[in-house]
């Protein structure tokens, strides 16, 4: 590592803390319309940053939903080019009575950053720019080429940069991209994720009578679309979490006997993540597979939210006329989201109760994916990792989805190292998200140790 670039981090800490802050006190909330100002806010700061960085070319990208920044510096002739990614935008923060901190109002806490976006993923594209910054600041240049594009739609599935990406290769072409939006298997263990799950999110409507019944007139007649959705759904999964749409698993490989002796060896425990991380009363999933291959290589499906009827205070004795549920399933890399989609929709189709018509919205899709980790680049990002933390990296999936990782690969054929400095009780999406204040020093300078080396 260069011990330049160490030393520019420690003598500007405090200024590196607060324009994060400046940041994550945007509330970049992409999935909600009253926030649209706040986006195209969250973008101009990243756009303006990044200027300031040291970078070249930088636009705001318009689209049909939240733009695209991008920027590049394009001088280091006979080196590689990387293209670094992130995302400006945020989850809601509701619900707002569990955050012990407002939200948006970041806070150091037993050397951690809480704040929404503070990990997810704020705080962990800034240190891509403030790494770029450090090299330029020591050296005056960069050891390789960069590209750098940041959206403000991962977290409602990243429509726009889906297709921006394929309209723009030449624009776009690198050699390997790298994105912080994963976790550390551990404090202090060097993680690279080598393996994403896909994801395809729906809506399923349920329409039962022309408008809502009085339950006393027609009860016992009509058919009751809340009631009707409850036991669509409850037809998914078995009690053992298997699903049980037809075909879902045709597609689905088991991993490699070294690589599940791999995952052994991880310091996993079932009883810490149980206690620690779900807060339930136990664990849940196929009983034939360990809680890691749940996680990491098995589709999974689950229900996000059910609407319909009457919630209010007090009663109101009414046969809902409709019902919708909020649904995803999770995918593992060889299963094509194309395909889940007509399985789904032809079971809703078989499986819809009686007087119950149910249809089914995409409302977006992204296949999984795994990274060789034999490709150079990720074998230089490994060492890098391995040097900054002192301990050898480890390979990992992750059950999350990164749209962008997939395409990146199927539109300009390039891998994509997944360097992040999170660790695994972040609360990610949950209330009182956090980073680890020294993670975010450390990823810094284990970006700019990167690009040095790959550039070497």
Not at 43 to 69: C, M, Q, S, W, Y
Not at 170 to 194: F, H, M, N, Q, R
Not at 333 to 349: D, G, R
Not at 434 to 454: D, P, Q, S
Request: charged share 20%.
């Amino acid at each position: 590592m260069s011990k330049a670039v160490s030393i520019w981090v420690d003598s500007h800490r405090q200024r590196l803390l607060d324009e994060l802050f400046e940041l994550i006190r945007i509330p970049s909330v992409s999935t909600l319309p009253e926030h649209v100002p706040d986006v195209a806010r969250a973008a101009a700061f990243t756009a303006d940053k990044l200027r300031a960085a040291g970078l070249e070319n930088v636009e705001i990208i318009p689209t049909d939903g939240h733009p695209l920044v991008y920027a590049d510096w394009l001088h280091a002739p006979g080196k590689p080019t990387v293209l670094c990614y992130g995302h400006y935008d945020v989850q809601p923060p509701d619900p707002l009575d569990l955050w012990v901190s407002p939200p948006f109002e970041p806070e150091l806490r037993n050397g951690n950053i809480y704040a929404r976006g503070a990990v997810d993923d704020k705080g962990q594209f800034y240190m891509h720019v403030k790494a770029i910054e450090a090299l330029f600041a020591v050296h005056g240049k960069l050891p390789v080429n960069v590209k750098v594009l940041i959206e403000g739609e991962e977290e409602i599935g990243g429509k726009s940069i889906s297709k921006f990406v394929p309209l723009n290769k030449a624009k776009l072409a690198a050699d390997v991209a790298l994105v912080s939006d994963t976790a550390l298997y551990a404090e202090g263990l060097p993680t690279l994720c080598i393996g994403l799950r896909g994801l395809v999110y729906m809506e399923i409507v349920a329409q039962g009578p022309s408008r809502d019944l009085h339950s006393g007139l027609y009860g016992g007649a009509a058919p009751n679309a809340v009631y009707g959705i409850i036991e669509l759904l409850s037809k998914f999964k078995d009690a053992d979490g298997r699903i049980l749409v037809p075909g879902i698993y045709d597609d689905v490989v088991d991993p490699a006997p070294e690589e599940l002796a791999s995952w052994q060896s991880l310091p996993f425990s079932e009883a810490a993540m149980l206690r620690d991380e779900v807060g339930a009363a136990s664990l849940t999933g196929e009983p034939d597979r360990s809680v890691l291959e749940r996680v990491w290589s098995r589709p999974t499906m689950e229900v996000h939210g059910i609407a319909g009827g009457f919630t209010g205070a007090g009663a109101k004795t009414v046969i809902p006329a409709t019902a919708t549920a909020k649904v995803s399933f999770r995918l593992v890399p060889n299963q094509k989201p194309e395909a889940v989609v007509a399985a789904v929709k032809a079971f809703v189709e078989a499986h819809s109760p009686k007087g119950v018509v149910c249809t089914v919205n995409v409302l977006s899709h992204g296949p999984g994916l795994l990274v060789n980790p034999n490709h150079p680049a990720i074998e230089v990002a490994a060492a890098a990792f391995a040097e900054m933390m002192g301990r050898p990296t480890v390979f990992t999936r992750s059950g999350g989805s990164i749209p962008i990782v997939g395409e990146f690969h199927e539109q300009l054929g390039i891998p994509t190292i997944l360097m992040g400095l999170g660790l695994p009780d972040d609360g990610l999406h949950s209330p009182n998200e956090k980073f680890k204040l020294a993670n975010y020093y450390l990823g810094i300078e284990t970006v700019a140790h990167f690009l040095e080396m790959y550039g070497d």
